[in-house]
């Protein structure tokens, strides 16, 4: 076990130009476990009620997903639905039941407590910042959060940020944290908060990894057709925090090191970028590490000069 | 003499967050020979009025541009007006007085006319087409284009796209020009039309080259402040076709070169980034060849892996 994920678990019901799902397995934390466990072990801590199935459990363990730290609690899994544009650029969220995950409290079980690699996903920065403090011993922890909390826990944002090494938003996310409408400046600001490494999302075009020593920049991937984006940026973050992790490097190592660090990236976009030919989910149940390797070449043929 | 750019040579009064000048040089034309002459010899075909002034004149002469084909008629430049939002993504025009560019019909000086790179900036494309016809000898030949003609002179424009070996649009162009909003598919239409060379300009954050054997993607360069990005994307096509045009190769070679084309985006992208550090052309009143180099080289160290 190498890589602890923290976030939510949920059932989704989502519409594209493409079709629609009433409810599919989904949340932050399915998506981030299911990316990087190509790359490393993962064990996941969230929580799910009563109607959780067992066969969305199994898809977990099926990938060698360790699933002691998913708490089942009476009550109702976080449902969230939404709706896509025709372009696939923005969404509407239709509806918001957090159910169980209103109360989410992560519970580390102790086997948990000594892996390496701890990535926080999006919950109130309060609670990430107890679960770093229960993995002092962690070498590389980082996460994401959103704008909700940027907007009403600013105070404790900062205070959690001060206790990572590396932080994953997207564009909208950097300039509401920094205040900057410039990207650069924007990371420059927010790598004075704590985190060495930034890492700034910017959907389909892409993103850009900073570091106080140099930067690198990722285009997208092209698909011919974008099925479904759910997901798609904790699959980037699963893909770069998965192979850090297997690379087995700290977060002073990692900081350096900007080929392991670029090439982070692209495994990030890579896996951001297959989970989005499928509804939800779905594309996992076939992808393989062969076809991971061979976008992550293309992605070399298509950026090299 | 080797490379001919045709377009339109104007005076442009700019607001941006940075602060606002009434009367500037501008024009597309100005931009691409401009970028154009650090790569390649250029001359221009355009019309002022009047109340050009010789030190715009000299501008052009002082980059070795051939001005022979630069008319001047009665009456006024071509004037442009805009201001730009805070985060420079849009901008909104204020005033559009097309002067003497009105009744602009290229005359193309006998000793342009066996010059072996064409550049049509954008003009109405039976024009275009016209100049067009007059080189029949030309060997690389390209330009771009705009939504008015997109929308009001279609069948016009498709008939002139079947003479030109390479098209350099924006994103929101070429989904208009195809009727595809994904850009792979739309890119696939478009090289359909006629030029097997496509560069999908995507503003802040790059730009995609397609051709029917392969793509290039390069991301925008990151600066710490735009300071006016007019022109910005006239001078990544004089990037582009500079370097290309430096090179001595014709249409066919140029279509199946990857590492030729991509270094000519980037090309593209080092001047378009230099062109918004200044207000209008000023950056190129001190820009130096040796600046270009070492930009060029900063691309491959933020982009390689």
Redesign the interface.
């Known amino acids: 076990m190498s890589l602890v994920v923290i976030g939510s678990v949920a059932y989704d019901g989502v519409q594209t130009p493409h079709g629609s799902v009433d409810r599919m397995l989904g949340g932050s934390c399915t998506y981030i476990a299911l990316s990087a466990s190509y790359y490393t072990p993962v064990s996941i801590v969230g929580v799910v009620g009563g109607d959780f199935a067992q066969e969305d459990v199994d898809l977990l363990t099926s990938r060698n997903i360790g699933v002691e730290g998913l708490e089942r609690v009476p009550g109702k899994t976080f449902f969230w639905k939404g709706v896509y544009s ?2 696939m650029n923005d969404r509407t969220t239709l509806q918001t039941d957090l159910n169980v995950f209103a109360d989410f409290n992560p519970k580390l079980p102790e086997t948990y407590k000594s892996a390496p690699y701890l990535f926080l996903g999006n919950i109130q920065p309060d609670l990430q910042r107890g679960v770093r403090e229960q993995m002092k011993q962690a070498s590389l922890v980082g996460g994401d959060t959103m704008n909700l909390w940027i907007d009403i826990a600013r105070a404790a944002l900062l205070e959690t940020l001060k206790g990572w090494d590396f932080l994953l938003i997207n564009d909208g996310e950097a300039r509401m944290l920094s205040g900057e ?5 924007a990371a420059a600001k927010i790598l004075e908060m704590g985190p060495k490494i930034l890492v700034i999302k ?1 959907g389909e ?2 993103a ?1 990894l900073f570091t106080p020593h ?6 997208g991937y ?5 099925f479904d984006p759910t997901g798609a940026g904790d699959c980037f973050a699963g893909g770069f925090m998965g192979y850090l992790a297997s690379l087995g490097l700290d977060a002073a190592a990692a900081a350096t090191r900007k ?1 392991e660090l ?2 982070a ?2 495994s990030g976009s890579v896996m951001g970028s297959f989970c989005c030919e499928q509804f939800g989910v779905d594309r996992f149940r076939t992808l393989t590490r062969q076809e991971i390797d061979a976008r992550f070449e293309e992605f ?6």
């Open positions: 025709e372009d409408t410039n990207l650069k400046r910017r075009y892409g850009v140099f930067h690198f920049m990722a285009p092209l698909l011919d057709r974008v080929q670029s090439r990236v692209i070399q043929a298509f950026t090299g000069f």
